[in-house]
């Protein structure tokens, strides 16, 4: 698909009613049906969940078509226009998906400090890092933490569970 034709799509979409209420009609009428959201624990899915939440992704907000496609040539204003559709579907699949949270509830640029107790896997130390804990430092990122994992399940066949996005082809 041509970035350039997707921006022109996007930008006639938010002008023209009309137009947005067609190509409405079109996706719906050309999508695979959605499949239902279920919360299941990993690895039970039937499909590998990495591959179902880059799916989800890609049906969601075009992410993969966005990383893919070589733009390059394309100016800074039509990129970021692109940009702001695939931002904000993106990050609407994830918080459906994860509920994602701060994993601090400091701000960044906060002092902080982290004791003897503290766990690698909340704890990225940066800097100065030696001798024995207590550490202190600036908060440089808060992290961020899933409350909930609620990826849709899978019901296709063992053939197709490792396809993203399956080939669209506009019938004539």
Same mark, same amino acid.
């Given at each position: 698909?041509?970035?350039?034709?997707?921006?022109?799509?996007?930008?006639?979409?938010?002008?023209? &009613?009309?137009f947005a209420e067609a190509v409405r009609g079109?996706?719906?009428?050309?999508?695979?049906? /959605?499949? /239902?959201?279920?919360?299941?624990?990993?690895?039970?899915?039937?499909?590998?969940?990495?591959?179902?939440l880059l799916a989800v992704l890609q049906r969601?907000? &075009?992410?993969?078509?966005?990383?893919?496609?070589d733009i390059s040539s394309y100016p800074d204003?039509?990129?970021?226009?692109?940009?702001?559709?695939?931002?904000?579907?993106?990050?609407?699949? $994830?918080?459906?998906?994860?509920? $994602?949270?701060?994993?601090?509830?400091?701000?960044?640029?906060?002092?902080?400090?982290?004791? *003897?107790?503290? *766990?690698?896997?909340?704890?990225?130390?940066?800097?100065?890092?030696?001798?024995?804990?207590?550490?202190?430092?600036?908060?440089?990122?808060?992290?961020?933490?899933?409350?909930?994992?609620? +990826?849709?399940?899978?019901?296709?066949? *063992?053939?197709? &569970? *490792?396809?993203?996005?399956?080939? /669209? +082809?506009?019938?004539?």
């Amino acid at each position: 698909m041509s970035f350039g034709l997707a921006c022109k799509t996007f930008f006639r979409i938010l002008g023209n &009613r009309s137009f947005a209420e067609a190509v409405r009609g079109i996706d719906k009428s050309t999508s695979a049906p /959605e499949p /239902e959201a279920v919360t299941a624990p990993a690895g039970v899915s039937g499909r590998n969940d990495a591959i179902q939440l880059l799916a989800v992704l890609q049906r969601e907000a &075009r992410l993969v078509d966005f990383l893919k496609e070589d733009i390059s040539s394309y100016p800074d204003a039509q990129v970021g226009a692109a940009v702001r559709d695939v931002h904000r579907e993106s990050a609407a699949a $994830l918080e459906r998906m994860f509920a $994602l949270k701060p994993l601090t509830g400091q701000e960044e640029g906060s002092d902080m400090s982290v004791d *003897d107790t503290y *766990d690698p896997a909340r704890w990225k130390l940066s800097g100065k890092v030696g001798g024995q804990p207590p550490y202190r430092g600036t908060l440089r990122h808060p992290g961020w933490q899933a409350t909930t994992t609620s +990826l849709p399940a899978w019901k296709g066949s *063992d053939a197709s &569970r *490792d396809i993203v996005a399956p080939a /669209e +082809l506009d019938v004539r």
